[in-house]
């Protein structure tokens, strides 16, 4: 098994923890801004949603950090991604606001490309440095 097959699941695993864990704090720091959003686009019971969106993003960040039942946490961040992709970003009900039209398909495609991602390490799993393969001397699950 040569040093990419080790290390590239890893720092990619590490990357989706980072960035995930970061949109947590960004979004739970700006409690109002994102209820207010969240509701400008229609979502009932906005509070309570955001707190469930942010206690599964935080818990399938940490799974992905650690390699602790990575699939499982890629599988609730790309739940939360596809959700969200579609619900804050329909880019296609926009007619009127060409650059809003625009920036919101530019969001609609990062989420894309990390649900993607997500997909990948469902498919492929955690890779052999993680706590899902302790005692299995790394080899991939």
Known sequence: MSISDTLSPLIGRLAFGWFFLSQVAIYGGNWGG???LMTFRGIPGAPFILIVALLLVTMGAISLIFGFHARYGALILFTVTAVTMVVLHDW???????????????LFACHAAIAGGLLMLIGL???P?????????????
């Open 92 to 106: 296609w009900r926009i007619y009127d606001n060409p650059s809003e039209r625009a920036r919101e398909f530019e």
């Open 129 to 141: 440095v993680a706590v899902d393969n302790r005692g299995r001397g790394g080899g991939r699950k």
């Open 34 to 36: 994102t209820i207010d």
């Open 125 to 127: 799993g955690p890779g």
